[in-house]
Nanobody, 123 residues
Framework: QLQASGGGLVQAGGSLRLSCAAS????????TVWFRQAPGKEREFVGA????????YYADSVKGRFTISRDNAKNTVYLQMNSLKPEDTAVYYC??????????????????WGQGTQVTVSS
Protein backbone atom coordinates (compact mmCIF):
# COMPACT_ATOMS: atom_id res chain seq x y z
CA GLN A 1 0.00 0.00 0.00
CA LEU A 2 1.25 3.47 -0.90
CA GLN A 3 0.42 6.84 0.57
CA ALA A 4 1.39 10.05 -1.16
CA SER A 5 1.65 13.33 0.71
CA GLY A 6 3.36 16.70 0.69
CA GLY A 7 1.36 18.60 -1.89
CA GLY A 8 0.23 22.16 -1.43
CA LEU A 9 0.12 25.66 -2.84
CA VAL A 10 3.39 27.30 -3.81
CA GLN A 11 4.43 30.29 -5.88
CA ALA A 12 6.23 29.88 -9.16
CA GLY A 13 9.91 29.31 -8.57
CA GLY A 14 9.28 27.64 -5.24
CA SER A 15 9.85 24.09 -4.09
CA LEU A 16 7.90 21.20 -2.65
CA ARG A 17 8.84 17.70 -1.62
CA LEU A 18 6.35 14.92 -2.09
CA SER A 19 6.55 11.68 -0.16
CA CYS A 20 5.39 8.22 -1.08
CA ALA A 21 5.32 5.98 1.97
CA ALA A 22 5.02 2.23 1.53
CA SER A 23 3.46 -0.15 4.01
CA UNK A 24 3.85 -3.88 3.87
CA UNK A 25 6.85 -4.61 1.68
CA UNK A 26 9.67 -2.14 1.97
CA UNK A 27 10.04 0.61 -0.59
CA UNK A 28 13.37 -0.88 -1.58
CA UNK A 29 11.47 -3.89 -2.96
CA UNK A 30 9.64 -1.85 -5.57
CA UNK A 31 10.35 0.24 -8.57
CA THR A 32 8.56 3.50 -7.84
CA VAL A 33 7.24 5.99 -10.33
CA TRP A 34 5.58 9.38 -10.11
CA PHE A 35 2.79 10.44 -12.44
CA ARG A 36 0.69 13.58 -12.53
CA GLN A 37 -2.64 14.59 -13.93
CA ALA A 38 -3.58 18.17 -14.66
CA PRO A 39 -7.23 19.23 -15.02
CA GLY A 40 -8.63 18.15 -18.37
CA LYS A 41 -5.48 16.25 -19.30
CA GLU A 42 -4.38 12.64 -19.28
CA ARG A 43 -2.13 11.34 -16.57
CA GLU A 44 1.51 11.66 -17.55
CA PHE A 45 4.82 10.22 -16.46
CA VAL A 46 7.00 12.42 -14.27
CA GLY A 47 9.87 10.27 -13.07
CA ALA A 48 10.95 6.80 -12.02
CA UNK A 49 13.33 5.19 -9.58
CA UNK A 50 14.72 1.79 -10.57
CA UNK A 51 15.38 0.02 -7.29
CA UNK A 52 18.03 -2.50 -8.27
CA UNK A 53 20.51 0.01 -9.61
CA UNK A 54 19.17 3.19 -8.10
CA UNK A 55 18.82 4.81 -11.49
CA UNK A 56 16.37 7.62 -12.04
CA TYR A 57 14.53 8.66 -15.17
CA TYR A 58 12.59 11.85 -15.80
CA ALA A 59 10.21 13.38 -18.25
CA ASP A 60 11.84 16.09 -20.32
CA SER A 61 9.47 18.65 -18.84
CA VAL A 62 10.87 18.17 -15.33
CA LYS A 63 14.46 17.11 -16.01
CA GLY A 64 16.89 19.26 -14.06
CA ARG A 65 14.17 20.52 -11.72
CA PHE A 66 12.78 17.37 -10.10
CA THR A 67 14.71 14.69 -8.23
CA ILE A 68 13.58 11.28 -6.99
CA SER A 69 15.27 9.75 -3.98
CA ARG A 70 14.64 6.98 -1.48
CA ASP A 71 15.03 6.58 2.26
CA ASN A 72 15.01 2.84 2.95
CA ALA A 73 14.93 3.34 6.70
CA LYS A 74 11.68 5.27 6.37
CA ASN A 75 10.28 3.09 3.61
CA THR A 76 9.66 6.23 1.62
CA VAL A 77 10.38 7.58 -1.86
CA TYR A 78 10.54 11.33 -2.38
CA LEU A 79 9.96 13.66 -5.28
CA GLN A 80 11.83 16.91 -4.72
CA MET A 81 10.40 19.58 -6.99
CA ASN A 82 12.34 22.79 -7.48
CA SER A 83 11.82 25.80 -9.73
CA LEU A 84 8.14 25.00 -9.94
CA LYS A 85 6.09 26.42 -12.78
CA PRO A 86 2.33 26.97 -13.09
CA GLU A 87 2.25 24.16 -15.65
CA ASP A 88 3.40 21.76 -12.90
CA THR A 89 -0.01 22.17 -11.28
CA ALA A 90 -1.59 18.72 -11.08
CA VAL A 91 -2.52 15.86 -8.82
CA TYR A 92 0.63 13.82 -8.29
CA TYR A 93 0.50 10.07 -7.85
CA CYS A 94 3.11 7.56 -6.87
CA UNK A 95 2.90 4.04 -8.20
CA UNK A 96 4.97 0.91 -7.87
CA UNK A 97 5.60 -2.52 -9.29
CA UNK A 98 7.95 -5.35 -8.40
CA UNK A 99 9.63 -5.97 -11.74
CA UNK A 100 11.24 -3.37 -13.95
CA UNK A 101 9.95 -3.11 -17.48
CA UNK A 102 11.11 -1.26 -20.55
CA UNK A 103 7.76 0.49 -20.90
CA UNK A 104 8.07 2.02 -17.41
CA UNK A 105 6.45 5.31 -18.49
CA UNK A 106 3.11 3.62 -19.11
CA UNK A 107 0.75 3.87 -16.16
CA UNK A 108 -1.05 0.66 -17.08
CA UNK A 109 1.85 -1.44 -15.86
CA UNK A 110 1.67 -0.38 -12.22
CA UNK A 111 0.04 -2.55 -9.59
CA UNK A 112 0.11 -0.27 -6.59
CA TRP A 113 -1.00 3.36 -6.40
CA GLY A 114 -1.04 6.11 -3.84
CA GLN A 115 -4.14 8.25 -3.49
CA GLY A 116 -2.72 11.38 -5.10
CA THR A 117 -1.68 14.71 -3.67
CA GLN A 118 -2.55 18.11 -5.13
CA VAL A 119 0.21 20.48 -6.18
CA THR A 120 -0.82 24.00 -7.18
CA VAL A 121 1.72 26.49 -8.47
CA SER A 122 0.58 30.10 -8.67
CA SER A 123 2.08 32.58 -11.11
Amino acid sequence: QLQASGGGLVQAGGSLRLSCAASGRTSSTYHTVWFRQAPGKEREFVGALRRSVGSTYYADSVKGRFTISRDNAKNTVYLQMNSLKPEDTAVYYCAARLNWIVDYRNERHYDYWGQGTQVTVSS
